[in-house]
């Protein structure tokens, strides 16, 4: 399941359960990224590449995807993300483009 949104929140793709405001989910990820963005601009640090949130069930994955891009992966609580991430940039950077 995953969702790419541009920064501005125009929804690209997005392949989410039924009942999910695939809008919403967005711009609370563009949130959270930019959010990131700021805490790491006023330490005078790199915007962050991507954001993980772990819950007991499940982890979501928010990455910058490019200039005013982000995707976001939810995946299950025993995936690895760092493997998710690897697997997905190939695909991320092609629908980004």
């Known amino acids: 399941m995953g969702t790419l949104a ?5 929804l ?10 695939v809008d919403t989910f967005s711009i609370m990820c563009a949130t959270i990224l930019g959010a990131a963005a ?3 601009s006023e ?3 790199s915007p962050p590449k991507r954001i993980v949130v772990t819950a007991d069930d499940g ?8 200039r005013k891009t982000l995707a976001v992966l939810v995946t299950t609580k025993d995936a690895d993300p760092d493997k ?3 697997e997905s940039q190939a695909i991320i950077a092609k629908v980004a483009s």
């Open 38 to 40: 700021t805490a790491d």
């Open 84 to 86: 998710i991430v690897e």
């Open 6 to 10: 541009a920064w501005r929140v125009f």
């Open 59 to 66: 982890n979501i994955i928010i990455l910058n995807a490019g």
């Open 43 to 45: 330490l005078k640090l």
């Open 12 to 21: 690209i793709a997005s392949d989410v359960p039924p009942g999910v405001y």
